[in-house]
């Protein structure tokens, strides 16, 4: 064994980083005399994370690094009796009763023994040595244990006897979520939500894949990351490197050649194995693989699946050795195993990729096996031109557009497909099919409530959307259907208590179809996360999006992954992710995926508002309300209305009448919500609350946020000078340089935005060359980043863009404005016109930057935001004066007339509102002072 140097140890890559306080807590060995293991394969970090442990350890522990030369006793002892920590005076190997028998003798031993690599042992004398040192040591000492396949020491028997925790592959594993951190905070390179997703997939969440894609692809730009996603795992020359010579190359030929060849079948049985290798032993085969930690893993020790990065490449490397035309008969022989065997979908996949394409419409056309299943986005198979004349395979192509939630595609679709064929029954299944999606579009007609009861099971739940939602009956003989909509819409109503029995049922029957299973975790975890099991809920979420996807409902995937991300907002006050979630929103709105849209949109500003932001928060729901009015879905927008109430968006007349609204539409949650507004009616809300399980207390808490920029929490300020504050304290900006400062200003204005260093350059040093200007910005970011020290507010490198960076809950005030303006400018009621409008006027304190006059962009920028502010202004004088508020709306005038003086419409109001409060001199004064304005301009 190599003597080894823990300072060494302590330089991880920093992905484990992010996982390790989960991992500490699932290990949970900090008590004199435990014993922890974890046992990982390569790659997954597994030494990174007892190194990582070691180094957060109180006291310095001992280290021991098995390799294969330490397979007898007396090797073993010698290398232990030098790593036990606070144990010196062993000069010559014993054995290890000796060795026991000296441990005893020293007083007060404890500490940290960490022995890693524990598979080099497997099997041999010093293994059998080491489980008796386990047994036999003193009880200070707590061991740590790592390994790449399950070890011989009984660890059931010490777990019973409650002195050890195990971690293996599977929990190291990064989970979607703490992909998306790892990009954002550690690597300062975000990927999009969709491209993390796929990448966590395609490497099994493995440590030393996502650091690989990181190297391979760090200063490339989002896009070019995104499509290298795609391409992962099929040509990636670092990822099949690491798996040539640290997964493959050890292998016994025999479990080589079984990887290769059953690569072939997506998820594995022995069964399958046997038939598809006309062989027998295929059990034991997959037994040990699985007991190696080779990426692959099992739930249930019956079926098997290799990780989607390690069969991406073995799918390219049975090309490189069958040949293209060996690879497709393998292929087509595994297909015909799978069909053998029911197993459908994998079948037409491999049928595909064996290139029979009348196999594959087969499969569709006689178990109605969806073309997703077949075809995904990122599979790489390409459909031949023989599809479009195939109606079975036009007809699956319509079922994967309602299922991405593309549904004006899908009806566009359904029409092509039932065109191409005349046969009565299919005619009759494309138009059944159409309906129950037409329904579901904007502007369609409404289905009436005693019609929604025939048809598509979801036409029910459709029509309950419109509002009012149906009377509950409990009915626990009714078909999993009825019952899966039964607890949806005990959700929507608020009645969380129900909704929750109800689809906990649901999920607990194996035997209900997997979209009704699908709906009814979703619909369980929002219930759950509303309960405050929000960790929880992220987990279950987690599984949930992997089994959504691998069962072909990628909506219902979406859906997950975006209430993932406002789960983790909540709980882990992680605000940083909402931009992850609005890049979802986003992406909805390219795929025409309206109802995804409006969702997260909901879902973003309900997590705002439980965040602390509800400024942005009444913008999100405002925008979500006017998606599900247009969407015919005014249950949904009953609840914006309503959570916009905590966002300061109403009246105790307002809240009254929401609240009688939510009452006549059979939605007990929403109304103790409402009435939980109105100060006077608060017991009889938590009356409602309790009687439904609706969680009233959290939207209480959140109401009693401030509804302003929360300067305490620190920001930057740009409007009337530049600030920076942070913990209420400011920064000096005026030590910098002046184009330094200029800089940090450009920045400011831009915050939490990427700006490149061209445009940068040209700004601030306009007439400098390019090398002379890029040193220059180097200098000033470098200066900024000295003034930047101690706060969390940081000046981050982008790729070849710099962006100010502000930490949860800091603000903007230039973002928080133009959000206002923005909001005012979407509202349809007078009342949320005003009220943003008036937040928008409470953040312009002043010109933009005054003392930034010789940057062009600042004064351009300067000028915009003057006339926006001048304009908001007019706008809010107007509606006040209609209103009847003759004193805010004088003042609002004049404020428009400060910013824009030579504007008519604003001369014209104040002296009008002037004349209607009876004040005829001012009237006039107004008047003579808009003629001199006039004048000055040179104008009659």
């Given at each position: 064994?190599?003597?080894?140097?823990?300072?060494?140890?302590?330089?991880?890559?920093?992905?484990?980083?992010?996982?390790?306080?989960?991992?500490?807590k699932q290990?949970?060995?900090?008590?004199?005399?435990?014993?922890?293991?974890?046992v990982?394969?390569?790659?997954?970090?597994?030494?990174?994370?007892?190194?990582?442990?070691?180094?957060?350890?109180s006291?310095?522990?001992?280290w021991?690094r098995?390799?294969?030369?330490?397979?007898t006793?007396?090797?073993?002892?010698?290398n232990?009796?030098?790593?036990?920590?606070?144990?010196?005076?062993?000069?010559?190997?014993?054995?290890?009763?000796?060795?026991?028998?000296?441990?005893?003798?020293?007083?007060g031993?404890?500490g940290?023994?960490?022995c890693?690599?524990?598979?080099?042992?497997?099997?041999?004398?010093a293994?059998?040595?080491?489980?008796?040192?386990?047994?036999?040591?003193?009880?200070?000492?707590?061991?740590?244990?790592?390994?790449?396949?399950?070890?011989?020491?009984?660890?059931?028997?010490?777990?019973?006897?409650?002195?050890?925790?195990?971690?293996?592959?599977?929990?190291?594993?990064?989970?979607?979520?703490?992909?998306?951190?790892?990009f954002?905070?550690?690597?300062?390179?975000?990927?999009?939500?969709?491209?993390?997703?796929?990448?966590?997939?395609?490497?099994?969440?493995w440590?030393?894949g996502?650091?690989?894609?990181?190297?391979?692809?760090?200063?490339?730009?989002?896009?070019?990351?995104h499509?290298?996603?795609?391409?992962?795992?099929?040509s990636?020359?670092?990822?099949?490197?690491?798996?040539?010579?640290?997964?493959?190359?050890d292998?016994?030929?025999?479990?080589?050649?079984?990887?290769?060849?059953?690569?072939?079948?997506?998820?594995?049985?022995?069964?399958?194995?046997?038939e598809?290798l006309?062989?027998?032993?295929?059990?034991?085969?997959?037994?040990?693989?699985?007991?190696?930690q080779?990426?692959?893993?099992?739930?249930?020790?019956?079926?098997?699946?290799?990780?989607?990065?390690?069969?991406?490449?073995?799918?390219?490397?049975i090309?490189?050795?069958?040949?293209?035309?060996?690879?497709?008969?393998?292929?087509?022989?595994?297909?015909?195993?799978?069909?053998?065997?029911?197993?459908?979908?994998?079948?037409?996949?491999?049928?595909?990729?064996?290139?029979?394409?009348?196999?594959?419409?087969?499969?569709?056309?006689?178990?109605?096996?969806?073309?997703?299943?077949?075809?995904?986005?990122?599979?790489?198979?390409s459909?031949?031109?023989s599809?479009?004349?195939d109606?079975?395979?036009?007809?699956?192509?319509?079922?994967?557009?309602?299922?991405?939630?593309?549904?004006?595609?899908a009806?566009?679709?359904?029409?092509?497909?039932?065109?191409?064929?005349d046969?009565?029954?299919?005619?009759?299944?494309?138009?059944?099919?159409?309906?129950?999606?037409?329904?579901?579009?904007?502007?369609?007609?409404?289905?009436?409530?005693?019609?929604?009861?025939?048809?598509?099971?979801?036409?029910?739940?459709?029509a309950?959307?419109?509002?009012?939602?149906?009377?509950?009956?409990?009915?626990?003989?009714?078909?999993?259907?009825?019952?899966?909509?039964?607890?949806?819409?005990?959700?929507v109503?608020g009645?969380?208590?129900?909704?929750?029995?109800?689809?906990?049922?649901?999920?607990?029957d194996?035997?209900?179809?997997?979209?009704?299973?699908?709906?009814?975790?979703?619909?369980?975890?929002?219930?759950?996360?509303?309960?405050?099991?929000?960790?929880?809920?992220a987990?279950?979420?987690?599984?949930?999006?992997?089994?959504?996807?691998?069962?072909?409902?990628?909506?219902?995937?979406?859906?997950?992954?975006?209430?993932?991300?406002?789960?983790?907002?909540?709980?882990?006050?992680a605000?940083?992710?909402?931009?992850?979630?609005?890049?979802?929103?986003?992406?909805?709105?390219?795929?025409?995926?309206?109802?995804?849209?409006a969702?997260?949109?909901?879902?973003?500003?309900?997590?705002?508002?439980?965040?602390?932001?509800?400024?942005?928060?009444?913008?999100d729901?405002?925008?979500?309300?006017?998606?599900?009015?247009?969407?015919?879905?005014?249950?949904?927008?009953?609840?914006?209305q309503?959570?916009?109430?905590?966002?300061?968006?109403?009246?105790?007349?307002?809240?009254?009448?929401?609240?009688a609204?939510?009452?006549?539409?059979?939605?007990?949650?929403?109304?103790?919500?409402?009435?939980?507004?109105?100060?006077?009616r608060?017991?009889?809300?938590?009356?409602?609350?309790?009687?439904?399980?609706?969680?009233?207390?959290?939207?209480?808490a959140?109401?009693?946020?401030?509804?302003?920029?929360?300067?305490?929490?620190?920001?930057?300020?740009?409007?009337?000078?530049l600030?920076?504050e942070?913990?209420?304290?400011?920064?000096?900006?005026?030590?910098?340089?002046?184009?330094?400062?200029?800089?940090?200003?450009?920045?400011?204005?831009?915050?939490?935005?990427?700006?490149?260093?061209?445009?940068?350059?040209?700004?601030?040093?306009?007439?400098?060359?390019?090398?002379?200007?890029?040193?220059?910005?180097?200098?000033?970011?470098?200066?900024?980043?000295?003034?930047?020290?101690?706060?969390?507010?940081?000046?981050?490198?982008?790729?070849?863009?710099?962006?100010?960076?502000?930490?949860?809950?800091?603000?903007?005030?230039?973002?928080?404005?133009?959000?206002n303006?923005?909001?005012?400018?979407?509202?349809?009621?007078?009342?949320d016109?005003?009220?943003?409008?008036?937040?928008?006027?409470?953040?312009?304190r002043g010109?933009?930057?005054p003392?930034?006059g010789?940057?062009?962009?600042?004064?351009?920028?300067?000028?915009?935001?003057?006339?926006?502010?001048?304009?908001?202004?007019?706008d809010?004088?107007?509606?006040?004066?209609?209103?009847g508020?003759?004193?805010?709306?004088?003042?609002?005038?004049?404020?428009s007339?400060?910013?824009?003086?030579?504007?008519?419409?604003?001369?014209?109001?104040?002296?009008?509102?002037?004349?209607?409060?009876?004040?005829?001199?001012?009237?006039?004064?107004?008047?003579?002072?808009?003629?001199?304005v006039?004048?000055?301009?040179g104008?009659?």
């Amino acid at each position: 064994m190599q003597p080894l140097v823990l300072r060494e140890k302590l330089r991880p890559p920093d992905p484990i980083g992010l996982v390790r306080p989960r991992l500490e807590k699932q290990l949970s060995f900090e008590s004199a005399g435990t014993v922890g293991l974890v046992v990982a394969p390569a790659g997954s970090g597994k030494t990174t994370l007892l190194a990582q442990i070691a180094a957060h350890a109180s006291r310095e522990p001992g280290w021991y690094r098995a390799t294969a030369d330490d397979d007898t006793e007396a090797a073993l002892v010698a290398n232990l009796a030098r790593a036990v920590p606070g144990f010196t005076g062993l000069d010559c190997p014993l054995t290890m009763s000796d060795l026991l028998a000296r441990l005893e003798d020293v007083d007060g031993l404890e500490g940290l023994l960490i022995c890693d690599d524990l598979h080099e042992i497997a099997g041999t004398p010093a293994e059998r040595a080491l489980e008796r040192f386990v047994d036999l040591r003193p009880r200070g000492l707590r061991l740590l244990f790592g390994s790449r396949r399950g070890s011989s020491i009984n660890m059931p028997r010490l777990r019973g006897s409650g002195v050890a925790a195990e971690v293996d592959g599977t929990a190291l594993r990064f989970r979607p979520w703490e992909v998306e951190e790892l990009f954002e905070k550690i690597y300062r390179e975000p990927l999009r939500p969709d491209a993390a997703a796929i990448l966590t997939r395609r490497t099994g969440g493995w440590a030393a894949g996502l650091q690989l894609f990181h190297l391979a692809t760090a200063g490339r730009s989002t896009g070019a990351r995104h499509q290298a996603v795609l391409e992962l795992g099929a040509s990636s020359r670092l990822v099949r490197s690491y798996l040539t010579r640290h997964v493959l190359a050890d292998l016994p030929d025999e479990h080589r050649r079984f990887l290769l060849r059953t690569c072939t079948l997506d998820r594995l049985t022995a069964d399958l194995c046997d038939e598809l290798l006309d062989t027998a032993g295929s059990a034991r085969i997959l037994s040990e693989l699985e007991l190696r930690q080779l990426f692959v893993s099992t739930d249930d020790g019956i079926e098997y699946r290799y990780h989607e990065v390690l069969r991406l490449h073995l799918e390219q490397v049975i090309v490189e050795e069958l040949g293209h035309a060996g690879a497709r008969a393998w292929y087509a022989r595994s297909g015909e195993v799978l069909s053998r065997h029911g197993r459908l979908r994998s079948a037409a996949r491999a049928f595909a990729k064996a290139d029979n394409w009348a196999r594959v419409s087969q499969i569709v056309r006689e178990h109605s096996v969806e073309i997703g299943d077949v075809v995904d986005d990122h599979g790489g198979i390409s459909a031949p031109n023989s599809w479009s004349r195939d109606p079975w395979i036009a007809l699956a192509i319509a079922r994967r557009h309602a299922r991405h939630g593309q549904l004006a595609d899908a009806v566009d679709a359904y029409q092509v497909a039932h065109d191409m064929h005349d046969e009565p029954s299919y005619r009759r299944q494309c138009r059944a099919e159409s309906e129950a999606v037409v329904g579901w579009l904007p502007r369609a007609r409404p289905i009436p409530q005693r019609q929604s009861a025939q048809g598509h099971w979801s036409a029910r739940f459709r029509a309950a959307l419109a509002g009012p939602i149906p009377p509950f009956i409990e009915d626990q003989t009714g078909d999993d259907a009825g019952r899966t909509v039964n607890g949806l819409l005990a959700l929507v109503a608020g009645e969380l208590g129900r909704a929750g029995s109800s689809l906990g049922r649901i999920r607990s029957d194996h035997t209900v179809a997997p979209l009704l299973s699908a709906l009814a975790g979703v619909g369980l975890a929002i219930a759950d996360a509303a309960n405050s099991a929000g960790e929880d809920a992220a987990g279950v979420l987690g599984e949930l999006i992997v089994v959504a996807e691998g069962d072909g409902f990628p909506w219902v995937a979406r859906v997950a992954h975006a209430l993932q991300e406002v789960v983790l907002v909540v709980g882990q006050r992680a605000v940083w992710r909402l931009a992850i979630c609005t890049q979802m929103k986003d992406d909805c709105d390219v795929r025409g995926d309206r109802w995804g849209s409006a969702f997260l949109t909901l879902m973003i500003g309900a997590a705002r508002l439980l965040s602390g932001d509800p400024v942005t928060a009444a913008i999100d729901l405002g925008d979500a309300r006017k998606r599900f009015v247009e969407l015919d879905a005014h249950v949904l927008a009953l609840w914006c209305q309503i959570l916009d109430l905590y966002a300061g968006g109403g009246t105790t007349a307002v809240a009254a009448e929401l609240a009688a609204t939510a009452d006549e539409f059979r939605m007990r949650g929403a109304r103790a919500l409402a009435l939980g507004a109105i100060e006077s009616r608060a017991a009889e809300a938590q009356s409602v609350a309790s009687a439904c399980g609706f969680p009233l207390a959290a939207f209480r808490a959140a109401q009693a946020t401030p509804h302003s920029v929360d300067i305490q929490s620190g920001g930057v300020f740009c409007f009337g000078g530049l600030r920076i504050e942070t913990a209420g304290a400011a920064l000096d900006a005026g030590v910098l340089r002046p184009q330094a400062r200029s800089l940090l200003g450009i920045l400011a204005l831009n915050a939490g935005r990427p700006c490149r260093h061209e445009f940068l350059e040209d700004a601030i040093w306009p007439d400098v060359g390019h090398k002379v200007a890029s040193h220059r910005l180097q200098v000033a970011v470098s200066s900024i980043r000295a003034l930047l020290a101690g706060t969390k507010i940081a000046v981050e490198r982008a790729g070849d863009a710099y962006r100010l960076h502000l930490p949860d809950h800091c603000s903007s005030d230039v973002r928080t404005f133009e959000d206002n303006v923005n909001r005012a400018h979407r509202s349809v009621e007078s009342d949320d016109r005003i009220r943003f409008r008036a937040r928008a006027l409470d953040v312009y304190r002043g010109e933009l930057l005054p003392n930034e006059g010789r940057v062009e962009f600042i004064a351009a920028e300067r000028e915009r935001l003057r006339t926006a502010a001048a304009g908001i202004a007019l706008d809010q004088a107007a509606e006040l004066w209609r209103a009847g508020e003759l004193g805010p709306a004088r003042q609002a005038a004049e404020l428009s007339l400060r910013w824009e003086p030579y504007q008519d419409r604003p001369w014209e109001l104040l002296a009008l509102i002037h004349s209607t409060l009876g004040d005829h001199t001012a009237a006039e004064r107004a008047r003579r002072d808009r003629a001199k304005v006039r004048a000055a301009m040179g104008v009659n």
